[in-house]
């Protein structure tokens, strides 16, 4: 049984890597805002702070074995907020981390971290130098555009099942270089639980993203197939689409400052070494 210290209690994927790793370890958690499931939270030692602030759970790390670093802010109306949670709070996470001598970092980083990737990209990657020049046995997953059966949350893939349920138009970007691997949840899990105390992951960063690149029309396609509905699918140029984003962020404060720029990134494919180091073989989008 180890000691595993979670970041980012209310994240996406904290709380199913909760519910598999509390029958087998001594889990204790970070929780920024008080949203976790009581029930589900038995026998877990529940912190409560930011990454900001170093006092509230710091002295939490003495004893830990691994550490899974989950937390960050994903899109924000505040493009420093980047800045202050990604990059600063890990870098003070790794600092103590090494003072209480910790055996494993995995960070879950993001597959929208290569060239012209926007504050979030840019946030997260200087995040992973801190991780890199430390000398504590990392593991860097860049996880991509994430989701589940029901596509639970508000943000991302969830978002697009949301308004194709919703919106009879459905806009989509006609630019065909844009493309996106998503990848399901469950295999983001599977790869977080075979890193932890695997020396084959150490020292290593890998792309977690699914095994397809796929348009914005493709995605839309296979949403509507597996809920059998027909939408009127309209194709925006990307101009049209950079002067809709940036009129809705700035004047409304309707998405992230650099969601677009994000969006339009390119990005890394699956890791080769995923199967085998991992054994994780990422499925097929709905299909």
């Known amino acids: ?53 170093l006092p509230e759970w710091e002295k939490a790390l003495s004893g830990i074995d691994v550490i899974i670093h989950l937390a960050g802010v994903t899109h924000p109306k505040e493009i420093d907020l980047y800045r ?19 055996s494993q970092f995995i960070f879950i980083s993001t597959s929208a971290i290569g060239e012209n990737s926007g504050a979030y990209g840019e946030s997260k990657k200087e995040a992973e130098q801190y991780l890199l020049k430390s000398s504590l046995a990392y593991t860097i997953l860049r996880v991509g555009p994430a ?6 949350g508000k943000e ?42 695997n020396p084959k992951a150490y020292f290593k ?17 296979r949403i509507l197939k597996r809920n059998n509905t027909k939408k009127l699918l309209i194709p925006i140029p990307t101009v049209l689409a950079r002067i809709i984003f940036y009129i809705s962020s700035s004047l409304f404060k309707v998405g992230a400052p650099d969601q677009m720029q994000r969006m339009l990134s390119k990005k890394e494919p699956l890791s080769e070494n995923v199967l085998t180091d991992l054994g994780v073989s990422p499925r097929k989008f709905l299909s």
């Open 205 to 221: 960063t890998y792309t977690l993203n699914g095994p397809e690149s796929l348009s914005n029309k493709e995605i839309f396609f």
């Open 156 to 197: 991302g893939l969830a978002s697009l099942v949301s308004r194709a349920k919703k919106s009879f138009i459905l806009p989509y970007l006609s630019d065909q270089n844009v493309k996106f691997s998503p990848i399901h949840r469950d295999d983001v899990l599977k790869a977080i639980l075979a890193s932890i105390n």
């Open 1 to 53: 049984m180890m000691k595993i210290f979670i970041t980012g209690a209310s994240s996406f994927l904290c709380g199913e890597l909760i519910n598999i790793l509390k029958n087998k370890h001594k889990i204790t958690v970070l929780e920024h805002q008080k949203r976790l499931d009581g029930k589900r939270m038995d026998g877990i030692n529940v912190v409560r702070g930011g990454l900001e602030n």
């Open 147 to 152: 989701y589940n059966d029901n596509f639970t």
């Open 84 to 102: 202050k949670i990604n990059t600063e709070g890990t870098r003070r996470l790794v600092e103590s981390a090494e003072k209480h001598r910790i």
